[in-house]
């Protein structure tokens, strides 16, 4: 069991092993950063931070010493944001102004 000081070692630790492991399949589907424009990056750089950290998030839940059924809107939520973000990477929505 890992102690409530260590969760977000834990969670740090998680979410940088998912942002690792999701790399190449995140230029597989084309969820990467290209280069030109305004962009600055010496490479093609993958979208899958957003991915790490929900993973993170929701693989440490099960360690909290309280329960958190009461938190499922919240659930609801970062999964909404998190479905509007990889479709926005995916498909590089522009803002209308």
Do not use: N
């Not at 998030?57 to 909290?64: A, E, I, K, S, T």
Request: glycine fraction near 10%; aromatic fraction near 14%; hydrophobic fraction near 55%.
């Amino acid at each position: 069991m890992i102690t409530t000081p260590l969760l977000p070692l834990f969670a740090l630790f998680i979410s940088s092993l998912v942002i690792y492991l999701l790399r190449w399949p995140a230029a597989y589907f084309g969820l990467t950063d290209k280069l030109g424009g305004r962009k600055k990056h010496q490479s093609i750089i993958p979208l899958t931070g957003g991915l790490g950290v929900f993973a993170s998030f929701f693989l440490v839940q099960g360690w909290l010493p309280f329960s958190l059924e009461a938190f499922w809107p919240l659930y609801l939520g970062l999964i909404l944001l998190l479905v509007c973000g990889v479709i926005d990477d995916a498909r590089d929505m522009k803002s209308t102004s």
